[in-house]
Nanobody
Framework: QVMLVESGGGSLQAGGSLRPSCEAS????????VGWFRQAPGKEREEVEL????????HYADTVKGRFTISQDNAKNTVYLQMNSLKPEDTAMYYC????????????????WGQGTQVTVSS
């Protein structure tokens, strides 16, 4: 059974940094993609960043390029999202999700999701 557990969200002022993490368990596939997604109140869930194992291919949404960086520690089965220069519009519930083989920005293609961690950025 695949489980994804996010942690590390929080509340902070604009310009600050956070590094949420996503700890995965039960993944037996040799090729898979873990993505960070976010959903603000009244909006659709959207891709933030993706990272594929084992190639470490990454994909970023235009809204976070240059500010957010995704990385993974395979020994810890954990994917991190370094978030710098946070803006109020980054406020959302942040989720990690996993899909086998190739990365995709289509949220409905991800069968495994975590419970989310809230990020709130004030101006």
């Amino acid at each position: 059974q695949v489980m994804l557990v996010e942690s590390g969200g929080g509340s902070l002022q604009a310009g600050g940094s956070l590094r949420p993490s996503c700890e995965a368990s039960g993944i037996t596939a040799s090729e898979y993609c873990v993505g960070w997604f976010r959903q603000a109140p009244g909006k659709e869930r959207e891709e933030v960043e993706l990272i594929r194992t084992p190639s470490n291919y990454t994909h970023y949404a235009d809204t976070v390029k240059g500010r957010f960086t995704i990385s993974q520690d395979n020994a810890k089965n954990t994917v991190y999202l370094q978030m710098n220069s946070l803006k109020p519009e980054d406020t959302a519930m942040y989720y990690c999700a996993a899909v086998w083989n190739f990365c995709t920005v289509i949220t409905s293609h991800y069968p495994h999701w975590g419970q989310g961690t809230q990020v709130t950025v004030s101006s």
